[in-house]
């Protein structure tokens, strides 16, 4: 069984940065697309960052030019490395292996259980 655990949340204040890190067990993590998904009080999850097993990036728009994903198959470890924080980004953030490798911003089934998240809070 795959698990999933997150770190690296906190309280930032806006235009801050954070290292979110997810460790992954249970599985065959090099060969996995793996995204990192948020979800804001009283709104759906929705994914922000994307990286395929060759290490090719994409992200959504409100996110682009801030957030970088990044993966150490090593450690079977993605990382989202946050800049320029806004209070917008507030929220809790999961990683998972989306269902689809072609179309994951429009598909939004994951592969796995959910773990616990790590929360994100901007705030002056």
């Known amino acids: 069984q795959v698990r999933l655990v997150e770190s690296g949340g906190g309280l930032v204040q806006p235009g801050g940065s954070l290292r979110l890190s997810c460790a992954v067990s249970?599985?065959?993590?090099?060969?996995?697309?793996m995204g990192w998904y948020r979800q804001a009080p009283g709104k759906q999850r929705e994914l922000v960052a994307t990286?395929?097993?060759?290490?090719?990036?994409n992200y959504a728009d409100s996110v682009k030019g801030r957030f970088t994903i990044s993966r150490d198959n090593g450690k079977n470890t993605v990382y989202l490395q946050m800049n320029s924080l806004k209070p917008e980004d507030t929220a809790v953030y999961y990683c998972?292996?989306?269902?689809?490798?072609?179309?994951?911003?429009?598909?939004?089934?994951?592969?796995w259980g959910w773990g616990q998240g790590t929360q994100v809070t901007v705030s002056a």
């Open positions: 998972n292996r989306p269902y689809s490798d072609s179309r994951p911003y429009s598909d939004s089934r994951v592969r």
């Open positions: 249970g599985s065959t993590f090099r060969i996995y697309t």
């Open positions: 990286i395929t097993a060759g290490e090719s990036t």
